[in-house]
């Protein structure tokens, strides 16, 4: 049996996230799992290093699987490019050690967030960048950003129902760059909540407008609890970025 790693890009603007659903087959891991199997000839069940939500696209998504087929890695890679769609496509694969888990062993998941400040969207970026066309305070953001990194109960940072698992969690670093009124906002966490990112994003972004204040996100996240109509970033202009093991 065989324990293979794979690195994927996606584009996530028509799929319901990376797991598959009893109803609805039309997410990432469904797609990969079907093509897989058929290449396999056996059953194959995908583990990936976590979900992504409605929208959400990945430059470097990790997941393993195991099987006992005996194709080389380049004629699984050539299988997978040509029967997977061209929203989904295969960089890499090797074979790891049959302890290796997607999701149990790695250590930091990294997302970026761009958002388009011009006057005027992009029509050929509009499905990977949230358009803003008002002016933001970058400093603000910038320090609204400083005062969530660090371990903190994100319960008021995330659509999961209470107590169904841990909601603590370490935030790492939030970077914001901008560069010619394109803006990426980068977080590095020890893991995400469901929908704590497009959330914390959504926080931010009201900051920089002058909607809140830093009091205002210190007072939510105290809280411990989502309010209603707690701003939440549209998916499409988050992608995974990197994961470290």
């Not at 958002?115 to 358009?131: A, L, P, Q, T």
């Not at 107590?163 to 603590?168: I, W």
């Not at 105290?222 to 707690?230: M, Y």
């Amino acid at each position: 049996m065989r324990n293979l790693k794979m690195i994927i890009e996606f584009d996530g603007s028509k799929y319901k996230g990376w797991q598959k659903l009893k109803d609805n087959d039309l997410t990432i891991q469904s797609k990969l799992e079907n093509v897989l199997s058929k290449m396999a000839e056996e059953k194959i069940e995908l583990i990936g290093c976590g979900k992504t939500e409605i929208g959400v696209h990945a430059e470097n998504y990790i997941a393993n699987f195991h099987t006992n087929c005996k194709y080389s890695i380049n004629v699984m890679l050539d299988y997978l490019y040509e029967f997977l769609p061209e929203d989904i496509v295969v960089k890499d694969i090797e074979e790891v050690d049959e302890r290796f888990h997607a999701r149990y062993n790695r250590k930091s998941l990294t997302y970026t967030y761009t958002i388009n400040n011009k006057r005027f969207r992009s029509v050929f970026d509009r499905k990977y960048c949230y358009h803003i066309d008002e002016k933001l305070n970058l400093e603000e953001m910038r320090n609204v950003a400083e005062f969530l990194v660090g371990t903190r109960d994100f319960q008021s940072f995330t659509t999961l129902k209470p107590n169904s698992k841990s909601t603590v969690k370490t935030i790492n670093y939030i970077d914001i760059r901008e560069n010619q009124s394109i803006l990426e906002i980068e977080i590095d966490a020890n893991d995400f909540l469901w929908n704590m990112a497009n959330i914390i994003i959504g926080y931010i972004l009201q900051v920089g407008k002058g909607e809140l204040k830093i009091k205002d996100v210190e007072r939510v996240l105290n809280n411990k609890k989502r309010p209603e109509n707690g701003p939440i970033a549209q998916g499409k202009g988050l992608s995974l970025k990197r994961v470290t093991y």
